[in-house]
DNA sequence: CAGTATCCATTTCGATACTG
DNA sequence: CAGTATCGAAATGGATACTG
């Protein structure tokens, strides 16, 4: 049985919600994922029968349509669907604002890569292709890098050097790239003390933070510090 | 392993309200309950050890303080666990709208006399003693009898009868006194098409719906039905 | 009143490998 | 690309009884 035996309309909303992934997976579709794998590129710790099986009941529910695209499955919110939005913010707003301490295991490069990639201001940037390099550090002394390549068309991201000269290279500690991303802190205070280093010409540094849209909670307002 | 793996604050949120029972407990404390007992009331179906931990955890986290007050325990929500109204909000709205269909299962008469006992509108009573008899009929042919006995300073509800003289007795299938509560349907509605009756005097029976404040959820906009 | 204690059935999930 | 198949470890939580 996994009803809560309840007629109170939050207690059916989260006989839906409440099982584990379900909401990221939401979360996934709002934010313009539509494919299996473009998902699981959202919610890496998944596994692939795990997420099928969501998707299955999340149809049957009728939050998900799935359609088929010329033998391709692709995965839409139904109305129902996208109705969760305010709720999805609500839960981010909430964490942005109290659940603040990441751990060293909620940090992920990869996920922050992608999540940097949809959010690349095309217009924000020059002319032509444009090259961003990433040099992500973490705690355990790990290190990755990651490339952004930004033309007209489309943003790539790439985990080997595209060959194309990088207009600026960004060096941080992974934790520092993540909090900078979640405007918990502002590029230039990462710069002055969090190790996050810009190599580039002057005007393409300057330009950086414009590129990057930041986290749609980066807005979030933090509650007042307690007085000490 | 319990947590995402994420930095996305709609993760760390879920990490925390997607427990089983944890958002409804949360709700139950919205809705004004301190007590151990009291909240068992909004969650009969959720064993108290499984209540005590969950409060024990929600504590840690920081949603919850556990006060004595002199030798009873209290419960209280911290301000973080305060500014979860939105989402819970955010989450009954979405039921309304989208989770209509309620199941037997779903339909629990002393969980309906205890939220409609929370909202009665003692303002609009008549003065002194008032007495409302409710008879409830379920599907599988149970049928269960309620008083609810307001005065300037209370509500009691008993499952026997109190001795003095029911001021209306409001007789209903169960499934229909609760989507009079939830606002699916209206009480003239219930009483023309739903099978609702009332009995006493003309006066009181116009007055019953004053007397009762609906959930706070009642309100929420339909989406339009469907073009047939 | 406010919980604990115990115990086990069930579920759930993660890991891994595999397929049309 | 878009999933299925399989399997075992872990945890979850429901039922029930008990306690200071």
Redesign the interface.
């Given at each position: 049985m996994h009803?809560?035996?309840?007629?109170?309309?939050?207690?059916?909303?989260?006989?839906?919600?409440?099982?584990?992934?379900?909401?990221?997976v939401i979360?996934e579709l709002l934010s313009g994922s539509h494919h299996f794998n473009e998902l699981r590129r959202g919610?890496p710790?998944m596994s692939p029968a795990l997420l099928s099986k969501r998707l299955r009941n999340l149809t049957r529910i009728?939050i998900v349509m799935r359609l088929d695209e010329g033998g391709r499955a692709r995965y839409e919110l139904t109305?129902?669907g996208r109705?969760?939005a305010?709720?999805?913010m609500?839960?981010?707003?909430?964490?942005?604002?109290?659940?603040t301490e990441?751990?060293d295991?909620?940090?992920?490069p990869h996920?922050?890569m992608w999540?940097i990639r949809r959010n690349v201001n095309r217009d924000a940037l020059p002319d032509g292709r444009t090259v961003v390099a990433f040099e992500l550090s973490e705690a355990r002394g790990g290190r990755s890098n990651w490339w952004l390549v930004a033309t007209a068309d489309e943003v790539d991201l790439c985990d080997f050097d595209p060959g194309h000269p990088a207009a600026v290279r960004i060096v941080a500690p992974l934790r520092t790239m993540?909090r900078v991303w979640?405007g918990d802190i502002s590029w230039s205070a990462a710069q002055k003390a969090h190790g996050l280093r810009l190599e580039g010409s002057t005007s393409a540094r300057r330009a950086v933070p414009s590129w990057f849209n930041l986290?749609v909670?980066a807005t979030?307002e933090r509650?007042a510090l307690a007085a000490p």
């Amino acid at each position: 049985m996994h009803g809560y035996g309840q007629f109170c309309p939050v207690a059916k909303t989260m006989e839906v919600l409440d099982e584990r992934w379900t909401v990221l997976v939401i979360r996934e579709l709002l934010s313009g994922s539509h494919h299996f794998n473009e998902l699981r590129r959202g919610v890496p710790r998944m596994s692939p029968a795990l997420l099928s099986k969501r998707l299955r009941n999340l149809t049957r529910i009728g939050i998900v349509m799935r359609l088929d695209e010329g033998g391709r499955a692709r995965y839409e919110l139904t109305p129902a669907g996208r109705e969760l939005a305010p709720v999805v913010m609500a839960l981010g707003d909430w964490g942005m604002r109290w659940m603040t301490e990441l751990g060293d295991e909620d940090l992920d490069p990869h996920l922050l890569m992608w999540d940097i990639r949809r959010n690349v201001n095309r217009d924000a940037l020059p002319d032509g292709r444009t090259v961003v390099a990433f040099e992500l550090s973490e705690a355990r002394g790990g290190r990755s890098n990651w490339w952004l390549v930004a033309t007209a068309d489309e943003v790539d991201l790439c985990d080997f050097d595209p060959g194309h000269p990088a207009a600026v290279r960004i060096v941080a500690p992974l934790r520092t790239m993540t909090r900078v991303w979640r405007g918990d802190i502002s590029w230039s205070a990462a710069q002055k003390a969090h190790g996050l280093r810009l190599e580039g010409s002057t005007s393409a540094r300057r330009a950086v933070p414009s590129w990057f849209n930041l986290s749609v909670f980066a807005t979030v307002e933090r509650p007042a510090l307690a007085a000490p």
